[in-house]
């Protein structure tokens, strides 16, 4: 039976805690909807989109109401578009945000390139799409896989993913250059992230799939209050028991839409996704360890021990785990680096080292505006280096904004969040990109 | 068996109780559960009931709970046990 100090805590978790769900996004295959021409290929994929996502929505709204815990976004992912597009990709482009639009979706994602170890024409239409597309769609979301363990870095990729982010942050400079918080660049990306910007259906994936990702910085938060002072051994065991319970209500939402939309259950992703608000930020579990601010010397080592408890304690408490499955430390959506980084105590430079730890690289992190393509491009070669050489998932995500400097800051609203405009280092690259070409795979890359 | 935990609370009146019980048995629905205090003057009850007998869709038994919210002014909050089960059972 429960008891009365169990179901409290539970009601404390999501009332005062901020713990939700933060995501159902369900994936749907659009593999089978390839046309040689464009609007017919447009009219298959908003069809399919809209039969087989009819009923999410509704689905999300009706367990969040029977469990009593908020399912704060449902979303949907589809088949990288390069992979179904004969030709011009732009009117699949707007079949997609209209869709999510009819849905009732905050974002869908899969406007996306697999380019790792090179381009087919289909990709590079694509890409060379992407800033017209998000500066013209309202909910639509791109990714762009450059480098892997098993194929190297696509430097030619990287070269040009540069050159499009300053496009696109030119393209939605009247919105602080929001298109650039609506695309992605990975190494290694996973085919069942449900987490924007970067979500997208994988080739391997079934015809569709229920994936859940959970939040709950938060209850992590509150539990190490429990244990200050106390040696980390207890700290690991705190968070892992934490992770265990967040992670049971997500597998638990996760098979009640999925039998419910009679989708199969993807996985669930194990990442704690902060959000803005006070009470809701990974930093703060850092800070809770005993550091000033995250940025301090000793956060590369918290957050570590943060995103393995997580994984231990939650691994156990799934059928299948999958996704991203680590911390997020963006800058923007989480108020704990927003205020660091305001600070001058959270750097680019210590952020690039946390992501060798975690699961997502530079994720939302606002530069000055007159930042160069290559300097980007630098930042992107270097992330794709550590998760080629980790075997990680790791991103860049950041926004060029078009007129800031440094110390400004630039405002998204909603779930984006604001940002503190952070500087980079401006030393000249240009020759390093220019050369183009891949970078080999790495020896841990011959496992066979 | 559907269970759902119901919490109620709000300032104490009289008939609190009377008046939830009585709205969950005209709608069929067993209470297996019962538990209530007074905490620093607020009322404070929670319930665990079985909603199978009632045969009615989970929204519409949650709204049934409207008028007592509205008249006794009370935060009135029903939740399906699973998600406890989940997270305190392995």
Same mark, same amino acid.
């Given at each position: ?132 597309? &998000? *500066?013209? %769609?309202?909910?639509?979301?791109? @990714? #762009?896989?450059?480098?892997? +363990?098993?194929? =190297? ?118 990442? &704690? *996704?902060? %959000?803005?608000?006070?009470?809701? @930020? #990974?930093?703060?579990?850092? +800070?809770?360890? =005993? ?158 | ?90």
């Amino acid at each position: 039976m429960i008891e009365t100090g169990e179901i409290l805590q539970t009601m404390q978790m999501i009332q005062q805690q901020n713990f939700d769900i933060r995501t159902i996004t369900l994936g749907i295959n659009l593999l089978d909807c390839s046309h040689p021409v464009a609007e017919a290929c447009a009219a298959r994929v908003y069809d399919k989109i809209c039969m087989t996502a009819k009923d999410l929505v509704k689905t999300g709204e009706a367990i969040e109401r029977e469990l009593g815990i908020p399912i704060v976004n449902k979303r949907i992912s589809v088949t990288p578009i390069s992979l179904i597009c004969q030709g011009d990709p732009r009117p699949i482009a707007k079949a997609l945000d209209k869709a999510a639009k009819e849905m009732g979706v905050n974002f869908l994602g899969g406007y996306s390139a697999l380019m790792q170890k090179g381009a087919t024409k289909a990709d590079e239409r694509l890409v060379e799409s992407i800033p017209e597309v &998000l *500066a013209t %769609t309202e909910r639509l979301c791109s @990714s #762009v896989n450059v480098g892997s +363990t098993r194929a =190297g870095i696509n430097m030619n990729a990287v070269r040009q993913m540069g050159q499009i982010i300053k496009k696109t942050a030119e393209l939605t400079a009247d919105n602080d250059s929001l298109g650039c918080a609506k695309l992605v660049v990975f190494c290694n990306a996973v085919e069942d992230n449900p987490f924007m910007a970067g979500a997208f259906c994988g080739v391997g994936e079934p015809e569709c799939a229920i994936n859940v990702g959970v939040s709950g910085p938060g209850v992590v938060k509150t539990a190490l209050e429990q244990v200050k002072g106390q040696p980390f051994d207890v700290v690991a065991e705190t968070i892992k028991r934490t992770a265990f319970k967040i992670t049971r209500v997500g597998q638990l939402v996760a098979r009640e839409a999925s039998q419910r939309l009679n989708i199969p259950f993807g996985i669930v992703d194990l990442s &704690l *996704a902060p %959000t803005p608000a006070r009470g809701d @930020s #990974v930093a703060h579990v850092l +800070t809770e360890m =005993g550091l000033e601010k995250a940025g301090a010397p000793g956060t590369t080592a918290a957050l570590a021990l943060l995103n393995d408890a997580v994984k231990k304690g939650g691994v156990m408490a799934s059928n299948h785990v999958g996704g991203l499955s680590g911390a997020f430390i963006p800058v923007s959506e989480e108020i704990g680096t927003i205020e660091a980084a305001a600070a001058g105590q959270l750097t680019l430079e210590k952020l690039e080292a946390m992501t060798c730890v975690c699961s997502v690289g530079l994720d939302m992190i606002a530069i000055p505006g007159d930042t160069s393509a290559e300097t980007i491009s630098g930042i992107i070669a270097d992330e794709a280096a550590i998760g080629m050489v980790n075997s990680k998932t790791t991103a860049v995500r950041v926004i060029p904004a078009v007129g800031k400097k440094a110390g400004d800051t630039v405002e998204f609203g909603g779930l984006l969040g604001f940002a503190p405009v952070m500087p980079v280092n401006t030393c000249s690259n240009a020759d390093f990109i220019a050369r183009g070409g891949r970078i080999p795979a790495p020896l841990q890359s011959l496992k066979n | 068996m559907t269970k759902a935990l119901i919490s109620v609370t709000g300032q104490d009146t009289t008939g609190i109780i009377a008046a939830v019980a009585t709205k969950l048995s005209d709608l069929n629905i067993n209470i297996l559960e019962i538990s209530q205090t007074i905490l620093s003057g607020c009322f404070t009850m929670m319930m665990v009931v079985d909603l199978d007998g009632a045969g009615l869709e989970y929204a519409v038994i949650d709204e049934a709970l409207d008028p007592i919210r509205k008249d006794k002014k009370l935060h009135i909050h029903m939740q399906r046990m699973d998600i406890f089960d989940a997270m305190h059972r392995v």
